[in-house]
């Protein structure tokens, strides 16, 4: 197969952006049309990567590689495994249901969507995509910290412009500042890595499957992971360098906070799993403690300042921060169990919380409020949201028979190996999240409408029923049938436990 | 002795000054009206020159021309093309200068500060040098001043020229004292004694100190940065931008040759390593700071240009191959990126007369392209990718850590986030804020052709630095490589 299937998907929308330039301003349906497209094409593209990819082979697959700069060892050089072909069908599923819930609903008494300028907001929502896939899909350290950056510049312009006009600055302004600092440091271990990878074997290399062979003395490990993990964690929202995410997702447009928190901090966990414990696993082992703290802290403590507040999207926000946690919990636990976990958890957080994000938008457009108390009866005007909320919920609480059962028992599980103490700390969440969301489905979506939003709210568009449908799927075909997923992030996770040494 | 090879390597400087002729002389044939063609003819002329400078002008191994005055090599080749290449962008932007468009004077003091740094990019000598600098510098004096009648622009180019003449002068003692004590003013001869101890330590500490600060100010690193903010402010804006860059980029080329070739002793360079990572590290920061609550962009991409001095200055102090690679790739992406921002100050406030960053709201409904173009700029200068300054930047650090400078690095990193958030914050008023009645579409800014093509060059050249950088890398680093 010599067709570059990766690259193709993490350019097309790189290509789209430009191809929308080219549309005159004023056509605006000729833009949604482009992004859907596109959107189309990458999704189909990355369902077929998914189910092309061979488990019983294992390892990287859809292998690519060119020469790009070879007097400092930089290639591109593109390739997944178990861990990153579901996140690239992740980012297929978030853009291809981000557009539809942007493409604008022109009606004056519904004006939801994206009606200032789609063709600059899909443009650089698709630049920000094509960051994001190709984090994914690089194997090559140059590239990834290159393609990371292209992924954090365009959400400070899609906060600013099109965000909530409250707090959209300031969000954007702290959440580029903590991002860039979180790459800078990244940046510069990275730098370090490689010198001293020179330094070791003489060869001088960004590529990180010759990297796994440097040999980083003990020390160099202990004193480097630190800078590298918590680096690329900060937009892995751990806790203590959360603080940017919930302003963030809150001022963001729904699109991009469904891109934010459903693809976005995926990126940051990933990384700092492909960089920090894959490359550096002696210093993964030294501040295993260190990041099981930080990961558990956020846990219990994103779940509960989620629980106390009134603001919906706040609440969802600071829910991706514990159900983050969750996922840092599981790289902390560096044992086959909490890192099969992590890697469903990334999974189906992403497609959980991109749901979450897009009916709190839908509410959002229409109630024009988002305080929780003068919220009520959502459901009797949007079934069909209300329905999709309820499934992401249950996904959210970690019921069984769907995706977020399948993540997080596993999880606990490894930490229970780890440090059974964490893990019954950890477990707290699971209640106290419960109790926020189902408090939420009974506020928001039953009892009666208020009057002040009688007539005024419309049941969400076909377009945004397809986004729901879309993302429900992928959470209950996992939840029923792990083996959907579950088998294919195992491969990813023995290469893992290879490099640390174990199984 | 005339030979061919001295041909070649002043051939760049040889069409420069044909072209010079060319401009004296056809000049006076156009009416007043039509003279701005002079801006065609000399920004054609510089990249024809940059043309035929490729086809039959590469350096081989690297050689002393003109009895041992300069020196042809790949470094020195590289950065004329830069220069030739920021002088034609700079032709284009002069032409619809009020001041500057239709005075041929202008295009010929361009070109001849162009041969200077040429020139002052190859010197092997330190005669040599000190002419080089002075053909580089005269010119810009008269052009920093050249709106007469705007006092501002008066004071700019008087500044300018009293602190570049008591600067070149602090190192034209040091030259002479170099002279003095080594009886020679070849660099590479020079190098070699350096080498066997001929030259004591504590003269060539003085003789160093000298000469740092005719470099310092020519680069505008702290504490000689004082004078650019209010000079690039009140020179005609083509001006600013092409001091804020080739005219530093020059100056880099001389550093990088003094401290590379003729002081590589190794004892003495321990301490000016030192010394100038200090520097670095100061500038970067001073810069930084300083240019937060700048409102006028002129002033902000003045401070904002000293902070980048900072982090090139990183690349010298590494003191390695991939360190002076790192500093001319740097200078690549920093001249064209800078040569950008100002090209968009200009054009904005040719159409609107303001200069401040409020005046910026709404820019990208009253030209979207304009808008796109100022986002390139500044996220260049920010150091994201895919442009230019992101790769450049990426090198520096690169370099300095090789070397093992970690902690100048980690102040080089925290200060890109100080710059991002300026950076940042410029393209609000881009993007977000709007005009104050919100009718945009009635004010647009149109580029003249002029505009279009410079700034449209400048930014797909700074998103190929950006994308695909093995061509750039590699000319750097062969450049790097003469130097050893």
């Known amino acids: 197969m010599n067709f570059p299937v990766l690259s193709v998907i993490t350019f097309t929308p790189l290509v789209a952006a430009l191809v929308m330039l080219v549309i005159p301003a004023h056509r605006k349906n000729e833009a949604r049309a482009v992004a859907l497209a596109s959107a189309t094409f990458a999704l189909i593209l990355s369902l077929w990567v998914y189910f092309n990819y061979d488990q019983t082979a294992a390892g990287y697959q859809f292998i690519e590689r060119y020469n790009w700069l070879p007097a400092l060892g930089i290639s591109l050089h593109f390739g997944v495994d178990g861990i990153s072909a579901p996140l690239v069908l992740l980012t297929g599923v978030v853009m291809f249901t981000g557009v539809l819930i942007s493409w604008g609903d022109d009606r004056p008494h519904v004006m939801a969507g994206i009606q200032d300028r789609p063709r600059e907001f899909f443009a650089f929502l698709f630049i920000l995509a094509t960051g994001v896939l190709g984090v994914f899909v690089s194997l090559d350290l140059f590239m990834l910290i290159f393609f990371y950056d292209i992924a954090v510049f365009p959400m400070y312009l899609l906060i600013v412009i099109w965000g909530w006009k409250v707090t959209r600055e300031y969000a954007a302004m702290k959440l580029t500042l903590y991002l860039l600092i979180g790459s800078i440091v990244s940046l510069a271990g990275i730098l370090v890595m490689v010198f001293a990878q020179y330094q070791n074997t003489g060869l001088l290399s960004f590529d990180m499957l010759k990297m796994e062979n440097a040999g980083f003395s003990q020390s160099f490990q202990n004193i480097w992971f630190l800078p590298v993990f918590l680096g690329f964690a900060v937009l892995g929202g751990i806790w203590p360098l959360h603080n940017w995410s919930p302003d963030g997702h809150v001022a963001a447009p729904t699109a991009v906070s469904m891109f934010h928190a459903g693809v976005l901090m995926k990126l940051g966990a990933f990384a700092a799993l492909r960089v920090g414990i894959m490359l550096l696993p002696d210093g993964a082992k030294y501040w295993q403690w260190l990041i099981m703290a930080f990961a558990a802290i956020a846990v219990v403590y994103g779940a509960y300042i989620a629980f106390v507040q009134m603001d919906f999207k706040y609440m969802v926000g600071f829910s991706s921060v514990s159900h983050m946690g969750l996922v840092m919990l599981g790289f902390s636990t560096l044992n086959r169990d909490g890192l099969l976990g992590s890697g469903l958890q990334m999974f189906s957080h992403g497609a959980m919380t991109a749901l979450f994000f897009a009916v709190v938008g839908m509410i959002y457009d229409r109630a024009h409020t988002r305080q929780i108390p003068e919220l009520g009866g959502i459901g009797k005007v949007m079934p069909f949201a209300t329905v999709g909320f309820i499934i992401g919920g249950l996904v959210s609480m970690g019921m069984p028979m769907f995706s977020g059962f399948v993540a997080e028992f596993p999880i606990f599980m490894g930490v229970w190996q780890a440090q059974w103490l964490v893990a019954v700390v950890c477990s707290i969440s699971i209640v106290i999240t419960a109790a926020y969301i189902m408090r939420n489905i009974r506020q928001v979506f039953f009892g009666n409408l208020p009057k002040k939003l009688e007539g005024q709210i419309t049941d969400i568009t076909i377009l945004d029923k397809v986004a729901i449908a879309t993302l429900c799927l992928f959470m209950v075909v996992i939840g029923l049938h792990p083996k959907f997923m579950a088998p294919m992030v195992q491969t990813g996770v023995d290469y893992v436990l290879r490099l640390l040494g174990g199984s | ?484």
């Open chain 2, 1 to 484: 002795m005339f030979t061919a090879t001295t041909f070649v390597s002043i051939l760049p400087e040889i069409l420069i000054l044909v072209l010079g002729m060319l401009v004296l002389i056809i000049e006076p044939f156009w009416k007043a009206e039509k003279r701005r063609n002079v801006g065609w003819l000399t920004a054609g002329g510089l990249l024809a020159a940059v043309a035929i400078s490729f086809l039959v002008g590469q350096p081989g191994e690297p050689t002393s021309a003109l009895g041992g005055m300069i020196r042809f090599d790949w470094l020195g080749f590289f950065l004329k093309m830069l220069f030739m290449f920021a002088g034609a962008a700079t032709a284009l932007l002069m032409m619809d200068h009020e001041r500057l468009g239709a005075r041929g004077e202008a295009y010929l003091l361009l070109l001849a500060s162009l041969i200077g740094m040429n020139l002052m990019a190859v010197s092997a000598d330190l005669i040599m040098l000190f002419l080089s600098i002075e053909t580089a510098s005269i010119p810009l004096y008269v052009l920093a001043g050249f709106s007469l009648g705007d006092d501002r622009s008066t004071e700019a180019g008087f500044k300018y020229l009293i602190f570049g003449i008591l600067t070149t002068t602090l190192m034209l003692y040091g030259f002479s004292l170099v002279f003095g004590f080594s009886g020679t003013t070849d660099m590479y001869r020079l190098a070699e004694m350096f080498q066997v101890g001929e030259i004591s330590p504590l003269a060539a500490f003085g003789i160093l100190a000298l000469i740092l600060v005719g470099i310092g100010f020519k680069v505008a690193f702290v504490p000689f940065h004082f004078w650019s903010p209010d000079v690039y402010e009140g020179a005609p804006t083509p001006v600013s931008g092409f001091l804020s860059t080739a005219s530093k980029a020059a100056g880099y080329a001389v550093l990088l040759r003094l401290f590379f070739i003729a002081f590589p002793d190794p004892e003495l360079s321990k301490f000016w390593t030192i010394t100038l990572a200090i520097l670095s590290a100061v500038t970067m920061t001073l810069g930084n700071l300083l240019a937060l609550p700048q409102r006028n962009i002129k002033r902000l991409l003045a401070y904002s240009s000293i902070s980048h001095t900072g982090y090139t200055l990183i690349g010298v102090v590494a003191l390695t191959q991939l360190g002076a690679a790192s500093v001319v790739l740097y200078l690549a992406a920093y001249v064209l990126t800078n040569l950008l921002a100002f090209g968009i100050a200009m054009a904005f406030s040719k159409v609107t007369g303001l200069e401040d960053i409020h005046d910026y709201a709404g820019l990208s409904r009253r030209s979207p392209w304009l808008g796109w173009m100022m986002l390139t700029a500044f996220l260049s200068l920010t150091g994201m990718p895919p442009f230019g300054g992101f790769i450049a930047k990426v090198v520096v650090f690169a370099a300095g850590i090789q070397a093992g400078y970690v902690w100048l690095v980690i102040i080089g990193v925290i200060n890109s986030v100080i710059g991002a958030y300026y950076y940042l914050n410029a393209l609000k008023f881009v993007y977000l804020y709007r005009m104050p009645n919100e009718d945009e579409e009635n004010h647009p800014i149109p580029l003249t052709r002029p505009y279009a093509i410079a700034l449209v060059a400048l930014t797909v050249g700074v998103i190929l630095i950006g994308t695909i950088f093995a061509p750039w890398f590699n000319w750097s680093g062969m450049g790097a490589l003469n130097l050893f």
